[in-house]
DNA sequence: TATGAATGAGAGTTCATTCAT
DNA sequence: TATGAATGAACTCTCATTCAT
């Protein structure tokens, strides 16, 4: 193992670790795993995290990251393309799908792993759902402002539902590999979208 | 503590486990914590289960055994009923609807705190959710093939779909307590029915 | 299971214990297992003994007054023979070696079970071990007296030897099972006298 | 307790363990116990050894090597020396006993601790023994046909006879340290041999 | 007297973390 | 900074014994 500069050193270890905890869950991932798949001392670990929940936490809060990137991105001539609130909702569909199914452990993290810790944990998780479940309503409602989505739809069961059904699909198609291939992510996408036209949509599809 | 009906004991031990883990996470919960809230001795605990394994499976087998019944179940009439297929598809939401809300530990148990054990747990936890989106599918094949529902839906997305709208809708609604009050629990399937009614069925809403 | 009077009962359980603690060594063996082979519940050992160390210690006591009697008996019309010494000899080796091949449980505690208990088992189990080597011993030294044995053989090691080559017969051909068949009990006591009646005898063999 | 080199400390550890095995026997010797006789924490015996059966394996494959070392030793001029029978037996009694008397742990170990402990172990005990008998064979039969050794003796018996001796002397003289002194085992050696020699051999003692 | 559910002290083992080198 | 031997708290599980019925 040649010198590396410690920036390095620590984005292999987190590399390693999630790669661990997403196959192997959180209790399941010893420290002694991750320090072989690093090809690291024990207690080299140490030097760049504080303990086992430290290396968690920061795998989770760049997952957030990447997350709060991806959701909050906009779309080109965004202004414009909002007349047409359907394809604003495929673009974040989109979006976000390209971003489990290209990163599969964190996908595998978020949805299974990261459950079911205790408290600890849990209420970190949580803002990711929540903060995912938050942002369909918040655009559901304006959509409803702007005359483009049905108003006497129940904005809270459908955030809850659209983001249910986004999580499986992204599981299903993303982390398990069963089902599609990559090309035709777009085309689930545009299908995904379909499903919940009607029930959301005041233009005609 | 008296002495006590075997079975009685250890319902009320798997009682108190089913809680705990469903509050704790499977790693968390100690025996000890079990014994405590069960109000018996260490000892006794492995009087009724071979270890912590067989409690935790135990619970799952349980629910699973649950879930078959009502999942499985048919509304009165089925036969003449089956000509609206909507109505079957609701009957079916509330059913399973109304499983996870009326025990929330086994809801939380099966959408959390199953995942992430690693392999030991997850294949079973596994059946669940695969059983539930079999079901789906299978109801949708059938449905096609009758003419009532649109012959061409992607049935294994479609299946994915309305799975996850619906555990997090069961999820939402039934354990974290926010939200609906249970009155309106039929009003909640009613809607839930409704989004996915277009892109599935062939007759008009 | 019928009734039974206390006697009865207590020996039945002996019995199975003798059976058990023969065969899987007194650690391996749990109350369970005796309770179960006697066919008893598990509170009844305990009407009967008062632990564990108290079954283990019974089956020794009857196994030393068996022995005791084995090996104190005397040939019929004892007084006249003596003057042979190794028809004596011989007479005793028979007997002892009876007492292991009618009895391999017996012989197994006493020479494998037995061992290793630490000082709790072992300062008894010393006593038969002792009480043997020693009768040997003063067999060999009254010989000396009466003029029928070598005067000049070192009394302890030549015990020892005995006493030694004995046992690893008697569990060689009464516990393992390899080697002869019961009927050729009477050639090995030959053979065992005849191998150290040189070293010892004065007469002629 | 400071650093150490890795074999040092395992050396370390195998030795107390050998001595508290030796005197209370494997059951009643306690991790505890020879984690405070080390002088180590609790859980550094586990970085040296998989568990306790491992500990007690390890110091048997170590008596094993040892045995296997002397008993298939050659006196020097080996060769020519054979012409007396009695003189290559003398020798081997004369190693194998010393190997019990310079290390009468090991002689615990092998002649009371190892027995009684189920399956598990005793397999492995047997080997000892039943190596010790059938290497006494084998030398019978060897004689034999060089003429050095009566023709019709029980090769099976004898060598049970001789082992059986051995390892009491060895327990008698080497553990319990009754009897002799050190100095005096060339002469129990050779009282030994003599009480043998007339059973075994033909040529005149 | 017979039962067997209940007990709990105590055993072996794990593993995140520390710290002397 | 990197190491890995050492640590020990905390965990699961066992099993002889008790005692209410």
Not at 42 to 52: D, E, L, M, P, V
Not at 84 to 93: D, L, M, P
């Amino acid at each position: 193992m040649g010198r590396m500069d410690a920036d390095q050193r620590k984005r292999q270890i987190l590399e390693c670790a999630k790669k661990l905890f997403a196959q192997k869950g959180y209790y399941q991932t010893q420290i002694s795993d991750i320090q072989q798949a690093a090809g690291v001392a024990r207690g080299t670990i140490y030097q760049y995290f504080k303990n086992k929940d430290d290396i968690f936490m920061t795998i989770l809060e760049n997952l957030h990251l990447e997350m709060r990137d991806i959701i909050s991105s906009k779309p080109e001539n965004y202004e414009e393309d909002f007349s047409n609130a359907k394809k604003v909702f495929k673009y974040r569909i989109r979006k976000a799908f390209a971003l489990f199914t290209n990163d599969p452990d964190y996908c595998n993290i978020l949805l299974r792993v990261g459950l079911g810790l205790g408290d600890n944990f849990e209420c970190i998780l949580r803002r990711f759902d929540n903060q995912m479940v938050e942002l369909i309503k918040a655009y559901l409602i304006s959509g409803i402002k702007l005359g483009r989505i049905k108003p006497d739809i129940d904005t809270e069961l459908m955030s809850n539902l659209i983001g249910g059904a986004f999580m499986r699909m992204a599981y299903y198609y993303g982390v398990t590999g069963k089902g599609r291939k990559k090309e035709e992510f777009e085309k689930l996408t545009e299908e995904f979208v379909e499903t919940f036209a009607y029930g959301i949509f005041l233009e005609k599809p």
